[in-house]
């Protein structure tokens, strides 16, 4: 414990301390908020978990510290398998949109355009959550994902669990908004590629079952394709759907609600008190939306209520967000907006 003795001293007043088998308490004056950060981040890379309590009868800190068990270092077959599993079940998805069976000759190949898009998303969005987690050093898995043999989609994304306590707020906030702007750095660009391989079709009269638009996905379209004329559509091109269902996948993540992506972002932002009513308000408009859209919103409430609805605290609450965090926290909301697609399947004249 002499390495916590000495960053104690280099960042706090200390009054008390005690030390019992690995497990130290320490009543503290901590003159700075940047301190307290920088104590946070120091113990918490060295493996450390430090929770901090607010003395309710002073201006002093309660500081519990312990030190978190080593990893045990294994090779990530799981990781792997499902990896490989997903890149089959998603060019068999590919292929299938190509009009062709995967299942004779080498037709699976057509599929290639597909997964590698969809994958190259999904990988950008859970390293991002990954990096960003061992830059707050914070132990997270490798992307697990989920193969899905889907004639449409293939998969049913990917996640990465998180080990070891989050320490903060900006951390949090951090942590939650890396995924989706990493998964949307590489899927703005796959779907400005798609759309400018995709057909215009005449649909006037067709039945048929169609993609609902976000915001963003209907500008990019309009500034790629232009308008279209009355009774016709565009028929996507595989690398479009895979950047349309980026988008989806995006705004999923950052719903504002338990611990969803938006819901440790809205979280870092705003506190525990308001983060519970937002995320009430938002399991209302699910159900509504389920109601009135698209029943699927319905499933989504349901995993809400299952996962949960509230957001635990992360060790160190005491620290608020930097200007330079809130805006990353607002836009990561605006971007929530940007692409939600409040009726993703819309059927016509069936």
Known sequence: MSEIYELLGKYTVVFDIEDEDGYLRAIVSIPTEAMMESLTRELTRRGYILQVEKDPHSS?????????????????????????????????????????????????????PFSFSIMAILLAHEMGHYLMSKKHGVRATLPYFIPFPHPLIGTMGALIRIRSPIPDRKALLEIGAAGPWAGMIVAVPITIIGLMLSDVVQVSGQEGVYLGNSLLFMLLSKAIVGNLPPGYDLYLHPMAFAGWLGFFVTSLNLIPMGQLDGGHV????????????????????????GIVWWKGWLTWAIIGLLLGLDHPEPLNDHIPLKRREKMLAIASIILFFLTFVPNPIVVKGM
Not at 77 to 103: C, E, H, K, R, Y
Not at 272 to 287: D, E, N, Q, S
């Open 266 to 289: 809205i979280y870092s932002l705003v506190g525990k008190k308001r983060h519970r009513v937002i995320a009430r308000i938002t399991w209302a408009f699910l159900v509504v939306a």
């Open 60 to 112: 002093l800190y309660i500081l519990s510290i312990t030190k978190l068990p080593e990893e045990k270092r294994k090779f990530p077959w799981i990781n792997l398998i499902l990896f490989l599993l997903t890149i089959i079940t998603t060019m068999m998805a590919g292929a299938f949109q190509q009009g062709v069976n995967p299942f004779e000759g080498l037709n699976i190949l057509k599929g290639i």
